[in-house]
């Protein structure tokens, strides 16, 4: 570990008590921060990369990418949010808080988030990017697991109108029904937000969960932009036809969704543009689609043989459009 930077970084820290155990990692130095004059200087290349505080084995790392400059004024604000609990953040609730508010900054952006849009945050933790989605003029309804963190997000932003944070599992929660009733009360308010958005750094052990419960909600969500770990990203958006990779999740992605990366770093910023349900692609029930079909093996290659596909075809090699057909001519519902 190189010591120089460090030692800049305990100067530059609220004090943390010995009994945290906080480990303080550095992959590279982090930008000088002068306190007379308050002026940042990078120490290093400007590569792109994320930083963040993660759970590492029971303890808090804090991991710095390649250089990307680190806002202080969060790095503060989520020090100081943790030390206030006395807190580690926990690996078995995919816990790592983002020190970075430029990354907050582009998630925000991704989803075009203005005056009046109505937001659900998945995971708040200290809230970092809850203060970005808030500071853009956003309704946030987060849903946190964690009850120490809801607490510690919601004392953050007590005195914020426009903040809710449910003490929830995202997984359990009737999500649909939360947001509906939210966006009935901001129209009777006068506002106009027909759509909320999804915009959220969240745990990677609930990504597909999370996927998979919202992408068929364009009834209600316009837009969902997720930081997911970047082979995660890579399986959604760009599994490719004829290859391994190409799996179920991709045929629902891309049937309730185009999905586009946004940037790409230690983990990856993806945005899935949510289909209104009039633009599906059109089947006779979607819950029949996304359903197993036991067929004779005689009657797929007839069905194969009439959407002007090889009968030897294997699932990888169908595309989105060739389910649809073969659907539609094998399952009359
Ligand atoms: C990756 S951290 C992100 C924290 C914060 N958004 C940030 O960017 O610094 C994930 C957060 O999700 C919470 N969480 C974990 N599992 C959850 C679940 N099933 N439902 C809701 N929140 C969950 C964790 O407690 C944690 O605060």
Do not use: W
Not at 107 to 133: K, M, Q, R
Not at 149 to 178: G, N, P, Q
Not at 295 to 311: F, K, Q, W, Y
Request: aromatic share 6%; glycine share 6%; net charge positive.
């Amino acid at each position: 570990m190189n010591s120089a930077p460090l030692l800049l970084l305990q100067q530059s820290l609220p004090p943390i008590s010995p009994t945290e155990n906080l480990i303080i990692k550095l992959k590279t130095p982090l930008p000088v921060h002068n306190s007379k004059t308050g002026a940042r200087t990078p120490t290093s290349s400007s590569s792109s990369s994320l930083c963040y505080i993660r759970a590492c084995a029971g303890k808090t790392t804090r991991r710095v990418g390649r250089g990307r400059r680190s806002n202080l004024d969060d790095y503060h604000a989520t020090l100081t949010a943790l030390n206030s609990k006395g807190r580690f953040p926990r690996k078995s609730l995919g816990q790592y808080y983002m020190l970075d508010s430029e990354i907050n900054e582009q998630l925000t952006a991704a989803a075009n988030v203005g005056e009046g849009d109505v937001v659900l945050e998945i995971g708040p933790g200290t809230g970092s990017l809850t203060n970005v989605l808030i500071s853009a003029g956003a309704f946030v309804l987060a849903i946190e697991k964690d009850p120490h963190m809801a607490t510690l997000v919601s004392e953050r932003f007590a005195e914020a109108e426009r903040f809710k944070v449910l003490k929830e599992d995202f997984v359990k929660c009737h999500i649909h029904s939360h947001i509906s009733s939210l966006l009935g009360s901001i129209k009777q308010s006068g506002a106009n937000s027909r759509y909320a958005k999804v915009v959220a750094n969240i745990p990677f052990n609930i990504s597909t969960d999370v996927v998979k419960q919202l992408l068929p909600m364009g009834d209600i969500f316009s837009d969902v932009v997720l930081l997911l770990q970047e082979e995660t990203a890579l399986r959604l958006v760009e599994s490719f036809l004829q290859t391994s990779e190409y799996r179920p999740i991709n045929i629902l992605v891309n049937f309730y969704s185009d999905p586009e990366f946004i940037i790409k770093v230690d983990a990856a910023v993806v945005k899935f543009k949510l289909k209104q349900p009039a633009h599906y692609p059109p089947v006779s029930s979607t819950k029949s689609f996304f359903s197993m079909h036991i067929c004779m093996p005689m009657e797929i290659e007839n069905a194969l043989g009439n959407v002007g596909r090889p009968s030897t075809s294997r699932p990888e090699e169908l595309s989105l459009d060739d389910f649809v057909k073969l659907h539609n001519l094998i399952v009359k519902v």
